[in-house]
């Protein structure tokens, strides 16, 4: 099914590891975005991409790095994990013109102890 | 910078009766895109409805309608004939010009009582 797909859809991390969180869109979108959602709260931005090779910092960018290599794929990597980090992460993307509402993926429930 | 309130953190309404949602935004840009996003329970984000501030019209998707008011940077959400399908949490969201920027307000938690 066409779509943004993220994995995994749940992960349990210790304090000071490393993970990366995949995100891939088949809809050949030139946006992606990765937000994060903590309990009851609306989401916030990360990290954003306008086109492969392109990214730039959101609202709470700090202790997440991003790479855009190809249209499809925008990962988001995690290298000290901290508790702070325990939230849901939504990617999305979105077309560059005409219709700019934006696909989700299912979510990421991250866990840091 | 823009900015996105939900006024309203929780709602209930009885099942078939109607129930408004509230959504203001900020923002000093005179084109944009506003859109309403459903949660449920399995979390996934759900887009609703959408409306281009260019376009004076309301939009409306079925039992969903939305109440543009530009001037006052407002955009409510009615939900016309609720169902128990209804009951999630509901995002009112800005979309910039360009295109690259999607802000989401705090939420609004909606249940549908039987």
């Known amino acids: 099914n066409a779509g943004v797909t993220q994995t995994p859809k749940f992960r349990i991390l210790k304090i000071g590891q490393s993970m990366t969180l995949q995100c891939t869109q088949d809809m050949n979108h030139n946006y992606m975005y990765w937000y994060r959602q903590d309990p009851g709260m609306g989401l916030k931005l990360i990290y954003y991409s306008v086109g492969a090779g392109i990214t730039d910092k959101g609202e709470v960018p700090n202790g997440y790095n991003v790479s855009r290599s190809t249209t499809e794929d925008f990962p988001l990597r995690l290298e000290l994990a901290a508790p702070s980090q325990t939230s849901v992460y939504f990617c999305?993307?979105?077309?560059?013109?005409?219709?700019?509402?934006?696909?989700f993926g299912q979510g990421t429930r991250l866990t840091v102890v | 910078a823009q900015t996105v309130t939900q006024s309203q953190p929780e709602m209930s309404v009885q099942e078939a009766e109607t129930v408004t949602l509230s959504c203001t935004y900020d923002?000093?840009?005179?084109?944009?895109?506003l859109f309403w996003y459903k949660q449920p329970p399995s979390r996934q984000m759900i887009l609703v409805i959408r409306q281009e501030a260019y376009k004076q019209q309301n939009a409306t998707e079925n039992r969903f309608s939305v109440n543009f008011q530009k001037a006052a940077k407002s955009f409510s959400l009615k939900i016309s004939d609720s169902q128990l399908g209804d009951t999630a949490m509901y995002f009112c969201a800005f979309m910039n010009n360009a295109g690259n920027m999607l802000t989401f307000g705090g939420g609004t938690r909606l249940m549908v009582k039987p």
């Open positions: 999305a993307s979105s077309y560059s013109r005409d219709i700019f509402s934006a696909f």
């Open positions: 923002t000093s840009e005179s084109n944009y895109y």
